[in-house]
């Protein structure tokens, strides 16, 4: 029995993996006959693990390929009857048995591996080069997201980064997705944020505002800016953070380093405004001594919502 649940996935996304997974095998000919030989996939996948494995046992193989123990022994005893594979008594467990890819196996295998090279060669030839990248990009971040988590993960590496061309674009379209998806605000939102961004872009001071765009393992995930509102006072603007990047305190670090930045230039204060529905921010914004000055509702993004005007003074 299968367990449901407690957040039901949305109807959409799982019909968008059904889709993406008839696309993908209709792609690579994982319906033909696997690689124009008379084995199937799981032959082939077994005879590449031999092949690249070492020391190999049944058991191991069975585990890592999420196969039945009893169809794996159906496999190996083909292929041993086959002539392609010997056995051996394992150094470590007398029990067990490590599986050799024996001349005659390789034979049969090695033509096999070769024509999945040219295959994969032939989905990339007809890209240019940049989308071959996107491609073996989005490839690797399926895999990542898919994988589970290692039960000792490498640390994440975060960096802040100025800003450069593409970014505020990405800036952009993270606030109109965010706020949609978790709070319901319409695309009227995401046209304010276009505009103070264009702003932004148009009439930048260097010597006075900055923008930073926080990288989690090479990918965009958070951003923030300080602008100019007068010479005494800086004001923070577009703070912004993708949620697989929660939780890791980049958030707090964005606004440190706006802060650090306005005390640096000799700003007196600095101001932002914010809703009261957004609790994670107002969080970060408190600790830091900022403080609420004003607020009032009104009804913007098709939302009920309240304004809040908040100080810090540096």
């Known amino acids: 029995m299968t367990d449901t649940p407690s957040n039901p996935l949305p109807t959409a996304a799982v019909k968008a993996v059904r889709r993406f997974n008839r696309f993908f095998t209709r792609r690579i000919g994982v319906l033909d006959p696997y690689l124009g030989s008379d084995l199937s996939l799981t032959d082939v996948r077994v005879l590449y693990e ?19 123990g009893g169809y794996m022994s159906r496999i190996l ?23 050799t890819l024996t001349d005659a196996g390789r034979v049969v295998f090695e033509p096999l591996e070769q024509r999945s090279r040219d295959e994969a060669a032939a989905l990339l030839a007809p890209l240019p080069p940049a989308r071959q990248q996107q491609l073996v990009d989005a490839m690797g971040r399926i895999e990542s997201l898919l994988s589970p988590p290692a039960d000792h993960p490498l640390p994440r590496v975060a960096v802040l980064r100025d800003p450069v061309p593409g970014d505020i674009g990405w800036v952009v379209q993270q606030h109109g997705e965010i706020y949609w998806r978790e709070y319901g605000w319409d695309s009227r939102f995401e046209a304010l944020v276009a505009d103070i961004a264009a702003q932004f872009v148009r009439k930048f001071q260097p010597a006075w505002e900055r923008g930073w765009v926080a990288e989690l393992d090479g990918e965009r995930v958070g951003a923030i800016f300080v602008v100019r509102k007068s010479p005494t006072t800086a004001q923070l603007r577009m703070l912004i953070l993708a949620p ?20 640096a230039k000799g700003y007196k204060k600095m101001v932002l405004w914010t809703n009261s529905c ?10 830091r001594g900022f403080v609420l000055k004003a607020s009032e509702p009104y009804e913007g993004f098709g939302q009920q919502l309240v304004g809040e005007t908040w100080e810090l003074k540096l």
């Open 50 to 68: 031999l092949a690249h494995r070492e020391a190999p046992v049944a058991s191991e193989l069975a585990r890592d390929l999420g196969l039945d």
């Open 77 to 99: 005893r083909r292929f041993e009857q086959a002539g392609w594979i010997s056995r051996s008594t394992s150094a470590r467990d007398a029990r067990q048995s490590v599986l």
């Open 244 to 263: 697989q990047a929660r939780g890791l305190g980049l958030g707090a670090r964005l606004t440190d380093e706006c802060i650090a930045f306005a005390r």
């Open 278 to 287: 957004l609790v994670a921010a107002r969080a970060i914004y408190a600790k």
